[in-house]
């Protein structure tokens, strides 16, 4: 039987459903209660006490004929092909249409364009891709993202045609099996979605990546993140308090945080040609971020002056302070299926404004030469850890959570007079150039590897596209 | 009233969820006496002091019952499940949630 608060009845309910066992007995405990009187063993009694009988039967209480034969699930295919809504005058209908989606959970609480057959052609016409291509299931209901599906709710975010197949390439990064959608979509925590679009694609569909680039105003960068939102509330079926639990709801909830990267101004190849795909490529890298306020902020900016050194301290200096601070956990094996998994070591995801990046590259840095120089300037030493974290690491090493490839680095370093990262791998680091002039640096961060799943950091090409020059590829 | 003049036909933008083969609980026990219960925790903190008062209480009723703890991830993985299936007759599954 299992035991959960009143807040996230729903949510276990619901979770019961998803995972084959919807007659999984339950036991609700006020979160009122719960929350506050947990902290000891004295405060807590009372709550125990007035729920013992209830676990005590959920335990030894025959199952019911229903409990022991739930019935089969079905396929829950749409509950119609679609909603026809009349009304006197088009602003009528409009406000009608968008009534009836939100009543029914299919919108986000900001007016949305309506998804007619006639529109949602004209969104396909974006993409060479046939609409009933799957792409993958999203969490947490497991529904099936198609190109159609993701096209429909592409047109309620007010997107164009030519941004279709960004949009789709999000999708395919979030429904790829290895990548954990749940997390991010579901937890708690707040955590967040950050899509950066790089390559020719994000200039010729009209990205914004100047000043103001994670803000408003920017059509592309808004209804591309806001297609993402719908399509996932929708295809994954979540909804704020039912089985998305974010307490504080996920900041910037209508767009995500969407942007691409300033080619124009950018010193550097594209951030894909770090993962491996062509200069020429135009690719979405999507990842998952610490929720509220888990920004890093390393200036830069027209206020106060900045040296790219200066701010290569500030970068360090947070990196040691948060990569250190997870040290204690290293050493267990996570909270998921894979070893490490949503504890310990992090990915850091950097934004780097152009004209920062056109100093590194004087100072001979590369993406990748900025990330071995960071990694180095990063690396504690063993003298310095307490007992406890060395004991730590060392159980990291042991238990496999640091990787195999990685463990002569860590087996060196764990020894008097040696230097010990901060981050399992310089790769962990993710250097993105976008702002204008001036412009300011920033982080966002995530665990290496996520609750759920491999991982929560992916970089796919787009492909299929029709309206633009790039993004062609099939 | 106004003859409807506007019609909008809305295509849905839902994904189609598959039905997936469903499972019904294991039978109970019939008593608790002379049973080995696992109390499952997910380590989020909180649940350890209510399990605490949990077992004092199960003691009292029926004392020759024993618990265990089982710690582990977010979702139980599967060999921990295999490791702790012969250890114990029915278990809790508690969050901090």
Redesign the interface.
Known sequence: ?????T??DDDAKSASA????????RVKISSED??KL????D???P???SV?DD??DA?????TAE????????????????????????P???EE?NRV?LDNR?GDGLPMV????ER?KWMLSGTKRKPNEVLGK?NP??????IE?IA??AV?AGAKPEYLPVIIAVIEAMTDDEFDDLHVLAS?GSFNLLTIVSGPIAAEIGMEANIGFMGHGWRANNTIGRAVR??TL????TWPGKND?ALTGRISPHTFFTFSENADMSPWEPYHTGRGFKAGDSCVTVGSIHGESQLNHFYGGMIGTWTAEGILDRMVEDLVRTGRRGYFMWGT?????YLG??VGALNHMIILFPELAAEYKKMGFDQKGLQDEVYKRTSIPYDDLNPAERKSLQTAIELGVIPTDRKEVFTTALKTGGRVPVLIAPEDLHFFVAGGAPGCAFSFNYYRIP??NKTALMTRRITGATLTRAGKLE | M????????????????????????N??????AGKR?GLYW??K???D??Y???EE?LKE?YPTATTTWLRG???I?DDDADAWLPQID?F??????
């Open positions: 039987m299992f035991i959960n608060c807040t996230f998803d995972n084959g066992m919807p007659t999984l007995r719960f929350y947990r902290g000891s063993v405060t807590v009694r709550l125990v006490e013992f676990i005590i335990l030894v209480k025959p199952l409990e022991s034969s739930p019935p089969e699930g079905k396929d829950e295919k749409e509950e119609t092909a679609g909603v026809t809504v009349t009304a006197e005058s088009y009528a209908a409009a249409f989606f299919w309506p998804p007619t057959p949602v999203i209901k497991q529904g099936t993202a198609t599906k429909i709710n309620m708690a719908l399509s929708n295809i994954g079926r639990m094996k996570g909270v998921g299926k998994s949503g609750p759920y | 106004s003859e409807q003049t506007v019609k909008l036909e809305l295509l849905n933008p839902r994904g189609m969820v598959e039905a997936m083969p469903v499972s019904a609980p039978p109970r026990v019939a008593d608790l219960i997910n380590s903190p909180g649940l002091n209510f605490k008062v949990f209480l009723r991830a977010f979702l993985r029915t809790v599954y508690g969050v901090g949630d």
